[in-house]
């Protein structure tokens, strides 16, 4: 990867549609081609490309979830070989880190899996992943976004078990795709960067799919706006400038 390229391609991976359609229909995105379930929206140039799981062919529902994005991200690559990845999408944040509904978040430090319990020497490692990000102070602080440990499962709720591993890898977000995205990202070289809005609070006691009902118009409403200001940033940068940045 040459770092001291300018930025001609993006790539957003989202897995749900209703989480897309605000940058789709503000970037004027329309539908191009695709593999398997993935659907791939882009302009003339093809400068940004949203890319969707799809939908479920028996229930009619979005993809979500690591299997979804993981192929997701693979077409992505393939199809369009965009120069940065971000996923993109909403999350449940954590009241004793001080999430609120609507926050919108840039992943920091790390990316990592609380649901792969493989209580094996070196596969207690793997499962849990730990992928590493970039250091995000810098578009933190100028996109005005909150900052956090992602973690990933494929669950909407979670199980006692579960939330022990989100607070002993200090996660600050919950979601169903981030860790396997950054995974893709890191076989195929690719740089990498998570952007969630908060629709529930892992740690409120209310269910987590009340919530997530209730909020999830805003929070997508709210990661429209945060991604808009972050790809118009990243364009006015070099990749080495996206991956030394700092304050």
């Known amino acids: 990867m040459n770092f001291n390229n ?19 229909q503000h970037f004027k995105l329309e539908r191009i081609k695709g593999n398997y379930p993935i659907e791939l929206y ?3 140039e093809n400068k940004i490309v949203v890319s969707l799981n799809g939908t479920c062919s028996v229930t009619g529902v979005d993809n979500v979830g690591t299997q979804p994005a993981t192929l997701n991200t693979y077409v992505l690559i393939n199809e369009v ?14 009241a004793h880190s001080g999430a609120k509904i609507g926050d919108v978040y840039i992943g920091s430090n790390r ?22 990000l970039i250091n995000t102070d810098f578009l933190a602080e100028r996109i005005g976004l909150k900052q956090g440990i992602i973690s990933t499962g494929n669950s ?20 169903m795709e981030a860790a396997s995205v950054a ?19 892992v740690d409120s006691g209310i269910p987590t799919e009340i919530e997530f009902k ?30 030394s940045s700092k304050k």
């Open 6 to 24: 300018k930025i001609e391609k993006i790539g957003i991976v989202f897995a749900m549609k209703g989480e897309a359609l605000p940058t789709i």
């Open 42 to 44: 882009g302009n003339a």
């Open 81 to 94: 070989n965009p120069d940065i990845i971000i996923n993109a999408g909403t999350a449940g944040g954590f």
């Open 111 to 132: 990316v990592v899996y609380h649901d792969r319990r493989i209580p094996l020497p070196n596969f207690d490692t793997y499962g849990i992943g730990n992928y590493e």
């Open 156 to 175: 909407l709720d979670h199980v006692d078990r579960d939330m022990q591993l989100m607070n002993q890898n200090n996660a600050s977000l919950k979601d």
């Open 183 to 201: 995974w893709v990202c890191q076989l195929m070289n690719k740089l990498f960067i998570p952007i969630k809005s908060v629709t529930d609070i």
């Open 214 to 243: 209730a909020n999830f118009k805003l929070a997508t409403q709210n990661l429209n706006l945060k991604l808009i200001h972050l790809i118009d940033f990243i364009y006015q940068k070099s990749l080495e400038e996206i991956v």
